[in-house]
């Protein structure tokens, strides 16, 4: 059974700096094109950033392009969300997801962890 598990969630000051964090069992990552996402309160889901499972090409939603940073490292089997100059919109809880390359929908979600910025 696959399961995602993401963690490094927590409360942190506006300008602050968390690292979210990405795992699996039943799934090595290294072969899957990984996202994060995230769902504010009363908002509809959106793309955070995204990593293939070949290049490691990324791409980012323009809200945190220079803040934002996607990486893997497939000897832990981990992925990870850099998340700097936090700011109180980045509020909000964050999931990851992962696709086969060449496929449209992610497949595979964590349950997601919660990123508070307070002001």
């Known amino acids: 059974q696959v399961q995602l598990v993401e963690s490094g969630g927590g409360l942190v000051q506006a300008g602050g700096s968390l690292r979210l964090s990405c795992t699996s069992s039943?799934?090595?990552?290294?072969?899957?094109?990984i996202a994060w996402f995230r769902q504010a309160p009363g908002k509809e889901r959106e793309f955070v950033a995204a990593i293939g499972w070949s290049a490691g090409l990324t791409s980012y939603a323009d809200s945190v392009k220079g803040r934002f940073t996607i990486s893997r490292d497939n000897a832990k089997n981990m992925v990870y969300l850099q998340m700097n100059s936090l700011k109180p919109e980045d509020t909000a809880v964050y999931y990851c997801a992962s696709k086969t390359a060449g496929t449209g929908a992610y497949d595979y979600w964590g349950q997601g962890t919660q990123v508070t910025v307070s002001s």
């Open positions: 039943g799934r090595t990552l290294s072969r899957y094109n």
